[in-house]
């Protein structure tokens, strides 16, 4: 729509007759926020082909529209206007807000876009049976825990408590600011050093979970994996992850649920035989603990050992109940 001064009054002539016409006024409001071929277009209008071109071609004439190759036919979209065109179309726009007719090809172009995705809809409605075995064959199952890890803020300082080898140490490095493993074996420490060696925001600590070497208040989020079964007090191990963790912070544990494989807990040298859900949520809020939430995972395939549950918690907002807790120990 550029052109000289001397051309105005016939630019602006020539704006207002592409806008003077309902079915036009259509067509743009279509092409504003889509890229359509004319078919979509004529199915959207319930306008001839003839009809939808002949409009098409006057748009493109006055600089409304942009269109390029798809094959054998051309997608169409809006164009960017000047600002005294645009500000005519603004104008336009706003007194068919509401329109019927509108309304009505709105609807009609939502049918037609949903129906552009025939071969996605019809893989995703035959494989549904066999996705998660596909998925797994053709992309490997870890980028779902790495995406879930992902979620964690970077600014925070992440306690793996009971950490063991160092296997989510690895997962958390690159996503928060710092990661502390404490482990009360040097023999699993040694091998936490090994694997995360070259990461610099990872820092080990030989240490109790009864009495961790961490101070009050200083990691935003502790993690206890398959670590409570082994600890003779499990109430004083989750009073200490709750000490450590800043106000608000979080807390996820995962363990084993109840189960009566005695053979199995001797044998992995565990002293108990997992936790009732209930009992577990007992034992957190009772540590000062607050949103407390434990529920059973469903077994992987794979699994040979027994169920597991998931708790999630934070700790309270505030100093009073630690200082309490405190005072209650001495």
Not at 5 to 10: G, K
Not at 25 to 54: A, G, I, K, M, Y
């Amino acid at each position: 729509m550029a052109g000289s001064a001397a051309r105005q009054p016939e630019t602006l002539v020539g704006v207002l007759a592409s806008l003077a016409d309902p079915t036009r006024l259509r067509l743009l409001r279509l092409l504003e926020r889509n890229e359509l071929q004319v078919q979509e277009l004529c199915d959207v209008v319930q306008l001839p082909q003839s009809t939808v071109s002949r409009h098409l071609k006057l748009l493109a004439d006055q600089g409304w529209l942009r269109s390029r190759p798809r094959g054998a036919t051309r997608l169409y979209r809006m164009a960017g206007a000047e600002p005294g065109p645009r500000r005519l179309w603004l104008l336009a726009k706003e007194q068919t807000t509401g329109w019927a007719t509108a309304q009505q090809d709105q609807l009609r172009l939502a049918r037609r876009l949903a129906e552009r995705q025939p071969a996605a809809q019809a893989f995703f409605a035959g494989a549904a049976g066999q996705w998660d075995k596909l998925r797994g064959e053709l992309y490997g199952s870890s980028f779902t825990a790495a995406a879930l890890v992902g979620l964690l803020p970077a600014e925070w300082t992440v306690a793996d408590l009971g950490c063991g080898t160092g296997h989510a140490l690895l997962a958390l490095a690159p996503v928060a600011a710092r990661v502390i493993g404490v482990d009360q074996s040097a023999a699993m420490l040694k091998a936490a050093k090994r694997r995360t060696a070259g990461l610099g925001n990872v820092e080990l600590r030989q240490g109790s979970l009864e009495a961790l070497p961490l101070e009050d208040g200083s990691v935003d989020a502790a993690l206890l994996l398959l670590a409570l079964s082994y600890v003779q007090d499990p109430a004083l191990v989750l009073g200490e992850a709750a000490r450590v963790l800043r106000p608000g912070g979080r807390l996820v544990a995962v363990d084993l649920l109840r189960h009566d494989r005695e053979e199995f807990r001797r044998q992995m040298g565990q002293l108990r035989p997992g936790f009732e859900p209930e009992a577990l949520r007992a034992l957190a809020e009772q540590e000062g603990l607050t949103a407390v939430s434990v529920r059973p995972l469903a077994p992987e395939a794979q699994a040979r050992g027994p169920a597991l549950l998931l708790l999630s918690a934070a700790r309270l907002g505030g100093v009073t109940f630690m200082k309490k807790r405190k005072k209650e120990t001495r």
